[in-house]
């Protein structure tokens, strides 16, 4: 499956865009999303989803123009929005069976497969109570298992791991990486490590735009041999702040232990290994 | 003070900055527009016996004002009634919750808030009476203070009560909306009644002393026996009118305290409503079908089964709207408390042997409006659940979901109604029998058209309630299920609207899609 986003265009007033110029393509696999609030990765991700339409440019799955034909998209995808809610008063099967029918998934086979989902996304022993009563977590994973139902070739999870407790991560991530040799998954999360278990490829936006999209190894090459620590007195923080993109500080007694990037290291720095974390903050730093 | 001010105008703001409001004030304007029929039409609103004032000021300045009380009294309790509500659903209300503001306060300013809402309707209405009277221009003087007057002593007390009695609603029923809606609007037709029959102290819309003045005027003038006050909108009878000259109400201290005292009853219902307010440490309420097999948090499993998803069993395709019908259905008949179907068996047993006149004309119409909380959001849930991601992305939401909603929204008319259309099939008398199948649907699409044009169910709330209450007072033009009309002429128009409506609704859902 080949999902082709040329030149678009989310244009909210005069002044505010959502999305800028836009163009990706994905293919079969696993995507990660990463960018700053306000980056565009829910317009994008809302615009491949046909909630939202572009103000211009073409989404094509397949070379179908899904602007112009919602519905081809629309019966092979799993979506779960960033803000999302549920009926309270519908227990996990009646909701599950609600939004298997909104999709157009019916059948005798489909009890069983709701009953699946609940069991993968740890659901089942409640699933008979009304979803109201569920906690911030429990409602997320009914969002996932909800993305499923219907066999999905086209999985896009916005922020999917937020509520998670990481036992959930983990299996969250074994349940979309079994789908991931035949479809295409696309998935944001502000939890860098998330994406980093997980995506094939990662893009990171911001303002709108694409800055860089790649394999892992690509995107963290750009950042390679740029990755410093050094030891600093707590009091020359501030002064160093101020002169390299410190990435993570970690106290050790009255001296503190500074991650940067930098092309010309601190005297005493010593190299460190680079992280899609230290891409991701490098990348969009220097678009700033 | 302050600060209490900031909270006020705060809430005002957000409350106004909607759609909603901005359509309720255009529906309150228009409704306004006819408070003082112009000379030419066919209906009267105040009158005197047999008599009408002329278009002076002081007719129109106590003639809107009147009505003003008497409208958003119908319409402010409904338009008002979830200030705090919304605190709850936003999670603001928890935020609240942590801060020194005290019960009082924070109910204080809701109460204030709902006040300067119905306020600024007033002053529309006010403004579009002046408007009025230099248009009408009957060559008389204009005295402003024939205005500002009545709208003083007349509509301030009685919107000041209503917005406090929409706070006392919410912190006393907060769990139980329906009853709350259902409630008032019993009380108000217990107010209106009062009205009627000259309630002094009691007359919580204001219009006795004015009535009594322009009864004194038409009495002294014509010493006509026939001095009835009869206000609202009356159709026919209008060749027999004669005009007085009304010039105001000589109001004393006791008339003016008497409506202060609305003023003071409202400040006490909000002191009572804060020694019992919930300050936001509610949990929602769900209905489960054996709540002492559910836990209020309930354990996460302890052992875990990895699942694959490539191994799962197919799914077939299955388009059809069977299983939302069903879901709305469901949703349908789990809103609201239980005990409420007991009053809807209640009202169907009457439907079968009540007279057929009462059961049709009266005993329908206030049947249907106990669904009022069931029909109010039946297409605006899936946004004010945050489903609308998943709904607006779905296989042809359009000609699937919506047409299934409408469907279950009918079926609950048609089952609520099916006593009396047994009777009328019995009878053989199929003008009335259709009438209730088209009310059933156009009440439907009515609470749907409203729901997605306003994004809200307020509108349609508000409307159905000044629906019902003119139904019950047979109001031919607002018989939209034929308990007064019963020609094909009528039918024919019900069915120009079921389909106006229809086409609306898909229209505007359609437009809402493309617009998220």
Known sequence: MKLSIQNISKRFNKEKYGLKDYSLTIENGILGLLGPNGAGKSTLMKIIATISRPTTGSVELDGHNILQDPDYIRKMLGYLPQDFGVYANLNAYEFLEYIAAMKGVGGPNLRKRVEALLEGVNLIESAKSPIGTYSGGMKQRIGIAQALLNDPKVLIFDEPTVGLDPEERMRFRNLISDLAQNSIIILSSHIVSDIETIADEVAIMQGGMLITKGTQAEVIKQVDGRVFESVLESTALPDFKTKHLVVNTSRQKDKVLVRYISIEPVNGSVPAPASLEDAYLFLTHKSN | ?516
Not at chain 2, 153 to 163: L, N
Not at chain 2, 228 to 238: C, P, T
Request: net charge positive; proline share 4%.
């Open chain 2, 1 to 516: 003070m302050g600060t209490f001010y900031t909270i006020i105008i705060s809430d005002y703001k957000q409350r106004t900055r909607s759609y909603a409001f901005l359509v309720t004030l255009a529906i309150s304007l228009y409704f306004a527009h006819s408070f003082v029929p112009a000379a030419d039409a066919k209906y009267t609103t105040v009158r005197i016996g047999n008599y009408i004032g002329v278009q002076n000021a002081a007719w129109i300045g106590y003639v809107t004002a009147m009505m003003t009380s008497v409208f958003l009294s119908m319409t402010g309790f409904y338009l008002t009634n979830s200030g705090i509500k919304k605190d709850v659903d936003t999670g603001v209300g928890e935020i609240v919750a942590t801060t020194p503001i005290s019960n009082l306060n924070y109910l204080l300013a809701k109460a204030w808030s709902n006040f300067l809402v119905l306020l600024s309707i007033t002053a529309c209405v006010f403004v579009m009476g002046i408007a009025l009277f230099f248009i009408r221009s009957g060559g008389y003087p204009f005295e402003v203070v024939q205005f500002i007057l009545p709208y003083l002593v007349i509509t301030v007390p009685t919107i000041f009560f209503i917005a406090a009695l929409a706070v006392t609603g919410e912190v006393f029923l907060y769990r139980y909306a329906i009853l709350m809606n259902i409630g008032y609007f019993f009380f108000f037709c217990a107010m209106g009644t009062l009205d009627a029959g000259g309630a002094g102290v009691l007359d919580l819309f204001g219009n006795t002393p004015v009535a009594t003045a322009m009864q004194e005027t038409v009495l002294h003038h014509y010493h006509d026996a026939n001095t009835a006050l009869s206000m609202g909108f009356n159709f026919g009878g209008k060749k027999a009118i004669h005009s007085f000259i009304f010039e105001g109400v000589h109001w004393t201290a006791a008339s003016v305290l008497s409506r202060a005292l609305w003023i003071g009853l409202g400040l006490l219902l909000i002191f009572i409503s804060s020694k019992f307010f919930h300050r936001f440490n509610i949990r929602q309420k769900i209905k489960a079908k054996k709540k002492s097999k559910f836990p209020k948090i309930i354990p996460q499993a302890v052992i875990l089964k990895d699942i694959k998803l490539s191994e799962l069993p197919p799914v077939t395709s299955a388009y059809g709207i069977f299983p939302f019908i069903k879901t709305e259905l469901l949703m349908l008949f789990r809103k609201g408390p239980r005990w409420l179907w007991l009053i809807n068996l209640g009202g169907m047993i009457a439907l079968a042997f009540a007279p057929l006149t009462v059961a049709h004309q009266i005993i329908l119409p206030i049947l249907w409006f106990l669904q009022v909380g069931r029909w109010s959001d039946l297409a605006t849930k899936e946004k004010t659940n945050r489903i609308h991601y998943f709904t607006y992305a779905s296989y042809r939401p359009l000609t699937r979901l919506l047409p299934a909603q409408i469907m279950a929204g009918i079926i609950l008319s048609l089952v609520l109604a099916s006593p009396l259309l047994v009777r009328y099939l019995v009878a053989m008398q199929f003008l009335p029998l259709v009438s209730i199948v088209m009310g059933g649907g156009f009440i439907v699409l009515f609470a749907v058209a409203l729901g997605i044009l306003s994004g809200g169910k307020k509108l349609f709330e508000i409307l159905f309630f000044m629906f019902t209450y003119a139904n019950v007072e047979l109001v031919p033009f607002t018989d939209y299920f034929g308990g007064i009309n019963h020609n094909v002429n009528y039918l024919v128009l019900i069915a120009g609207l079921i389909a106006f409506l229809a086409f609306v609704s898909f229209m505007l859902r359609r437009l809402e899609i493309s617009r998220v």
